[in-house]
C-alpha cells in the first residue's frame, strides 16, 4: 500500500505564486510517474503536468510555460511550482503516482487533493 501526501496549496492573488509537493511513502512498490492534476466541480479533470521516471515531462496546454514540475526519486517526492497564478487555476489539485507492486503489478495512486485558490 502506498500513502501520498500532499501539502502547499492556499489561497494566492492573481500573479502570485504557490508551491505543491507531494511524498509517496510505502514499501515494495516502484515508481514510474508521478504527477499532478486538478479539478474544479462540474468539470473534467484536467492534467496539469507528469514526471516520468526517464526525466521527461509533460504540460497541460493551460499552464505550459507557467507551472514546472520536478522530483526527487531519492525522497519518493514531486513537486509542482506554480507561477504567474491566474483565477482560473483555482482548483483542487491531486498528485498521482502510477508505479509497480512487488510482484510487477501495475498500481496507481491519488492523493487527497489540496486547494489552490487564485483570487484578489
Known amino acids: 500500500q502506498v500513502q501520498l501526501a500532499e501539502s502547499g496549496g492556499g489561497l494566492v492573488q492573481p500573479g502570485g505564486s504557490l508551491n505543491l509537493s507531494c511524498v509517496a511513502s510505502g514499501s515494495s512498490f516502484s515508481i514510474d510517474t508521478m504527477g499532478w492534476y486538478r479539478q474544479v466541480p462540474g468539470k473534467q479533470q484536467d492534467m496539469i503536468a507528469v514526471?516520468?521516471?526517464?526525466?521527461?515531462?509533460n504540460y497541460g496546454d493551460s499552464v505550459k510555460g507557467r507551472f514546472t514540475i520536478s522530483r526527487d526519486n531519492h525522497k519518493n517526492t514531486v513537486f509542482l511550482q506554480m507561477r504567474s497564478l491566474k483565477p482560473e487555476d483555482t482548483a483542487l489539485y491531486y498528485c498521482k503516482v502510477d508505479g509497480r507492486g512487488p510482484w510487477g503489478a501495475r498500481q496507481i495512486y491519488w492523493g487527497q487533493g489540496t486547494q489552490v485558490t487564485v483570487s484578489s
Open positions: 514526471a516520468y521516471k526517464s526525466g521527461v515531462t
